[in-house]
């Protein structure tokens, strides 16, 4: 039933791929795969294996990724992406030696990938358990691990009608989970093969942290002025955040959006009522005019954060809510959209304060105004933020020293 499915859905993503991008670089990069594989994957090395979804998954596994080049030199990593979303920001990253797509999970696709590649090991990040994947890695005697994943009382595993498809989770060498409930989730399933590890995404943004760049042109346009730092934000976050700050003369504004195109790009302009400028058409002297800087590109957000004396993140009006962490880590207070009760670093900053929920704009400009004018409040908000960042790094660590490299 479940190869049925597989073979439905692949059938369904190259019907779309006839109309819509990203399914036809999904598409066009799994039929590579093999062709990859074959050319790059040298006979005689011992490869480790790295699956992440997406680019979210991939920062997860990046820690111990880089930790393996660093200690143990003698392996190769593959790293494979399902999405676009990641494979295509991440197929040039020098810390893996071969990056691809993960063909869909059919029985021949299974074979073809397992023979070409044949890792010695393989780390799955966060939700990634491929039925058939996962058993032939079992029949074959290659130890799988599960890094980060966190499971919740509602996810198919348990529930009645996937009592057969939760036999996947049997094939799992080692699971190193986020926390102590989705340990006794996995017990009820009789898996004690399982460690509270945390995340290690925590390790990675405290790596961005302290190799943060310098962007001389962020700083110029900061200045001595108070600054919000949006990032990945979506047009509902917008609505916010551009009626806000066209209000509030006192105030720069940093907009990262999640989505940028031309049409996007354009159209949060055209919302702009003060000052603003892209940062790839930026000179010194034009973002020192600006009260708006528009961040027209990628890779950046991670270190424009360090500019910021308030950090609003986006995708929690729609989609749920980005990379928390990412901001948190520079010990400011962290605003969230209300989509954000799949996300456990959310859930954990808003009980003990570094993130603050805005249900509506009326709420946001309450918060605002409270930080804006309340320094002891800004600072308390921001210092409960970076210390929950700091007190729940170590996870690679944990996960590095138990597993036989």
């Known amino acids: 039933m479940y190869s049925c499915v597989l073979y439905l859905y692949a059938f ?3 019907l779309a791929s ?5 399914a036809r670089l999904m598409v066009k990069g799994q039929w590579n795969t093999f062709r990859t594989l074959r050319k790059d994957i040298r006979r005689g090395e011992r490869y480790v294996w790295f699956h992440a979804a997406s680019l979210g998954e991939f920062e997860q596994g990046r820690p111990l990724m880089e930790r393996l080049r660093r200690e143990h030199p003698e392996y190769k990593i593959l790293l494979t992406f399902f999405s676009p979303s990641g494979y295509e920001v991440r197929k040039h990253y020098e810390g893996a030696d071969v990056v691809c797509y993960l063909p869909f999970d059919t029985p021949g696709n299974v074979r073809s990938f397992l023979r070409l590649a044949h890792p010695c090991m393989a780390f ?7 039925n058939n994947y996962l058993h032939a890695c079992r029949r074959r005697g290659i130890p799988v691990y599960s890094v980060s994943s966190i499971f919740r009382e509602g996810q198919v595993f348990f529930r009645w009608y996937g009592r057969c498809y939760s036999d996947v989770l049997h094939c799992v060498t080692h699971f190193f989970v986020q926390n ?14 399982v460690t509270v590890a945390g995340d290690t995404r925590f390790d990675r943004v405290l790596d961005v942290c302290r190799q943060a760049k310098v962007l001389p042109l ?3 346009f900061k200045g001595q002025s108070v600054v919000q730092v949006a990032g990945s934000t979506w047009p509902p976050d917008e609505d916010l955040l551009l009626s806000y ?7 720069k504004l940093v907009l990262a959006p999640h989505v940028v195109s031309e049409e996007h790009l354009r159209e949060i302009e055209g919302r702009l009522s003060r000052p603003f400028v892209r940062y790839t058409q930026a000179t010194p002297e034009r973002v020192a005019d600006a009260d708006c800087l528009i961040i027209d590109c990628y890779g950046l957000l991670s270190s424009v954060y360090r500019y910021g004396e308030v950090a609003y993140v986006g995708g929690g009006f729609g989609v749920g809510i980005h990379n928390v962490p990412e901001a948190a880590v520079y010990g400011v207070p962290v605003l969230i959209g209300p989509n954000n009760e799949k996300f456990r670093e959310a859930q954990d900053l808003l009980r003990e304060g570094g993130c ?5 704009a009326d709420a946001y400009g309450q918060v605002m105004d409270r930080l804006l004018s309340d320094e002891a409040f800004l600072r308390e908000r921001g210092r409960i933020a970076g210390q929950y960042i700091a007190k729940n790094a170590g996870a690679t660590d944990l996960i590095f020293r138990s597993v036989a490299f």
Do not use: C, M
Not at 180 to 193: H, P, V, Y
């Open 180 to 193: 102590e409930d989705s340990r006794e989730l996995l017990a009820r399933k009789g898996i004690t093969n």
């Open 218 to 220: 962020v700083q110029a």
């Open 356 to 360: 603050l929920e805005v249900a509506d």
């Open 245 to 251: 700050f066209n209000a509030r003369p006192g105030l």
């Open 18 to 22: 006839l109309f819509h991008s990203k």
């Open 12 to 14: 369904a993503v190259i």
């Open 124 to 130: 799955f990040i966060k939700y990634e358990f491929w």
